[in-house]
């Protein structure tokens, strides 16, 4: 995947999200730039939204209204938009559950390269990326930069035990307690 100029992504950050409002689609901002949002790094790649499992449909006819292309990948978790050059992904499922009233109800609604939007929860943000660590994505540099910079806007309780059954995410949490980026409750399992 190639990089996308920084600019052109936050143009499509702003033109999807009035999109979605406008179409009257309940989302968030979500993966790298709701960190950036939050104060962190701008990803270079693509920008994520987390959209209502009953709103995708309505999501993809508002993005094919607008002239941009579409695509229901065979995933099954989530859609795309193409702005351009631009990948936007619109997230219905993470991790097999959907997102749902609970989840976006979290969001907080920021101000964002100039457009008030809602954006995803912090610790729904970092649980998102640790469930995602597995034997074959075991990565911790993106979500320890993450944490770092959003430590104190996360509730680490309620990340600790949304990953209580993910080995990966445990052992993320015990380098986060290690590291002293927050003070954890984390255990070593033998």
């Excluded at 101000?111 to 911790?140: E, T």
Aim: aromatic share 6%.
């Amino acid at each position: 995947m190639t990089a996308t100029e920084p600019s052109a992504l936050l143009q499509s950050l702003k033109r999807i999200a009035t999109m979605l409002c406008d179409a009257k689609v309940r989302f968030a901002l979500a993966g790298s730039a709701a960190a950036y949002a939050r104060g962190g790094p701008f990803g270079e790649h693509d920008v994520d939204f987390v959209v209502h499992v009953e709103d995708v449909t309505k999501a993809l006819q508002a993005a094919a209204d607008a002239g941009l292309r579409t695509e229901r990948p065979p995933e099954g978790w989530l859609v795309k938009v193409y702005d351009g050059e631009s990948l936007v992904d619109l997230i219905f499922r993470i991790h097999d559950r959907d997102v749902d009233d609970e989840m976006l109800g979290r969001a907080e609604i920021m101000n964002v390269a100039a457009v008030d939007m809602p954006v995803l929860d912090a610790g729904d943000l970092v649980v998102s990326k640790l469930l995602a660590l597995s034997a074959h994505h075991c990565d911790f540099a993106p979500p320890l930069l993450m944490v770092r910079v959003l430590r104190e806007q996360i509730d680490w309780d309620v990340v600790q035990g949304a990953c209580r059954e993910s080995p990966y995410a445990r052992a993320f949490l015990l380098l986060v307690k290690l590291l002293g980026i927050a003070d954890l409750r984390v255990e070593e399992t033998r």
